[in-house]
């Protein structure tokens, strides 16, 4: 009571009510207030939706780092109504916003989003639900559960397995290998990793996985403590897929140099080239050797949704753990992921009780809790999005979007390879595309210069959206394609900028 008087007489000329009432609460002023806010947050979308034709404004980092030079947030505070600060943010942000929704937009793997999924966001943040136990959940928790069994089935993992919602496929990969390094430790030396820490031995420790596949693996390594030295690249096929003989090479070699092979990660659905690594065959290489087997499907995972294209998972049943992003193929906003394991007894090395959150008695009363399962905390009830999809649209409409994004990629190889001024890399197995401007093949031209300059050009310009890689030390450029409402004019369009680009390189070169 003292605090509140205090803070009202510090904000001379404000009455309760109107300090009060930014709070979500059931009060009626201040309901009224959340439904006006909410109402005028909408129109400001709508409006963007109706100004924004094309991916990008081409506003240049000067120009967007003065705007920022002139705010200083504590000058502002109180008084700016919630109209001027979606105007404000209109010229900070909004105007500017790279938007993932566009058609032309084809650059890195961000899918357009669904309104069901949009819906839930405002119950999930308004309600504010934490799904870390029974307690702060309730009813949520059982969603959360249904999607993890949902998708157990889909992967094709036995009852006992288990999952958890995370924040991304960075997430999810690092409890894959997590959960691969401690089972390791535990099998091996007979000890807690969790307890006792590493053994002297974990600076050997190896984990195969492809030359393509996603840098999160490296990184994961280094945190997991393992260094990223215990990541052997294994070279790749034409296809740009894990080569088996080659991994049984790469175990072999460092088996005889004194490393100690843990576990090994295919990939379904890499990055650049949305290759899928031979998963049947790597299960059968990591059952001989006994190692783990984990599948990043963070691109791939939304196969699963495909009658016609699920196939391509097959194997995937086959491992220890998964990584599946729904923010990438289910069409989901981001955050919206899933860790997946094929025997839940090994949630058992990251599980951890603490009285007063989730205690072995509230365990033993049969509650339950999702903390024991995540490496998070407070965690976002991120699973309502996806429950509120399949509610409303069902598996089979995402599944159609599926097939629809994988034939317009092959149109479009088609197309890129046609028009006889691309060199094409890759057929793509689901929809990513890399490729290069070369006119004249054959000739002593720079080849990554041109490249490099064509995708900088149309970021800058922000009719089109297009991403860049390399490959073999080349500059390559890459379209991954995840809109269903995108079309091959689309595309058309897209490569005729490409080329518009190229030819003033070479004019002005
Ligand atoms: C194959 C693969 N794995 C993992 C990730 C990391 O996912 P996130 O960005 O959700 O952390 C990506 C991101 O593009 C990816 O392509």
New binding site residues.
């Given amino acids: 009571m003292l605090q509140k008087s205090y803070a009202h007489q510090l904000l001379d000329g404000l009455t309760k009510d109107q300090l009060y009432k930014y709070i979500f609460s059931e009060l009626p002023e201040n309901k009224a207030y959340y439904q006006k806010s909410m109402n005028q947050a909408v129109n400001a979308i709508v409006e963007h939706l109706e100004n924004r034709n094309e991916p990008f404004s081409g506003a240049s980092l000067e120009e967007v780092k003065v705007r920022f030079s002139k705010i200083f947030i504590d000058d502002t505070g109180y008084g700016a109504t919630l109209h001027e600060v979606l105007d404000e943010l209109k010229e900070l942000y909004l105007n500017d916003a790279i938007s993932f929704h566009n058609r032309k937009y084809v650059a890195h793997?961000n899918c357009p989003i669904l309104t069901p999924a949009l819906a839930a966001e405002v119950i999930i943040s308004s309600i504010n639900t934490s799904m870390d136990t029974w307690d702060q959940s309730a009813g949520g928790t059982f969603i959360e559960l249904k999607l993890i069994d949902w998708t157990l089935n889909k992967i094709g993992y036995p009852v006992d397995s288990d999952g958890i919602f995370t924040s991304?496929?960075?997430?999810s990969?690092m409890m894959g290998l997590l959960l691969a390094r401690d089972h390791f430790i535990h099998q091996r030396y007979k000890i807690d990793p969790k307890v006792d820490g590493l053994p002297p031995e974990a600076t050997r420790f190896r984990i195969f996985c492809s030359e393509v596949?996603?840098f999160?693996l490296k990184k994961n390594a280094a945190l997991l403590g393992l260094g990223q030295k215990s990541i052997v690249s294994v070279p790749v096929n034409e296809y740009y897929q894990m080569d088996t003989h080659t991994l049984i090479h790469a175990i072999e070699k460092e088996r005889l140099s004194g490393n100690i092979p843990i576990a090994i990660v295919g990939?379904a659905?890499?990055?650049d080239f949305s290759s899928i690594d031979p998963l049947s065959d790597i299960a059968e290489v990591a059952e001989t050797y006994n190692l783990w087997f984990h599948v990043?499907a963070?691109?791939g995972g939304g196969l699963v949704l495909s009658d016609k294209h699920c196939y391509k998972l097959k194997g995937i049943e086959l491992s220890d753990s998964a990584?599946i992003?729904y923010?990438?193929t289910f069409f989901q906003p981001v955050s919206s992921?899933g860790f997946f394991m094929r025997n839940k007894t090994h949630v058992d090395y990251i599980k951890y009780h603490a009285d007063y959150l989730n205690s072995k008695e509230q365990e033993e009363e049969g509650l339950p809790n999702m903390v024991k399962k995540s490496i998070q905390t407070t965690r976002r009830f991120d699973a309502l999005k996806l429950w509120m999809t399949l509610r409303m649209m069902g598996r089979k409409k995402l599944g159609q979007y599926i097939d629809d994004i994988i034939y317009l990629a092959q149109q479009t190889a088609l197309m890129l390879r046609e028009r006889g001024k691309f060199e094409v890399l890759n057929q793509p197995e689901i929809s990513a595309i890399v490729f290069r401007y070369n006119p004249i093949p054959g000739t002593r031209i720079d080849l990554c210069s041109v490249n490099a300059h064509i995708r900088k050009a149309m970021f800058n310009e922000g009719k089109a959206l297009i991403a860049s890689t390399k490959v073999k030390g080349q500059v390559y450029l890459k379209f991954t394609l995840l809109n269903p409402l995108t079309e091959l004019k689309d595309l058309e369009e897209i490569a005729d900028i490409i080329q518009k680009h190229g030819e003033e390189y070479f004019r002005n070169n």
């Fill in positions: 793997l991304g496929g960075t997430q990969n596949s996603h999160s990939t659905g890499t990055t990043d963070a691109y990584t992003d923010h990438k992921s």
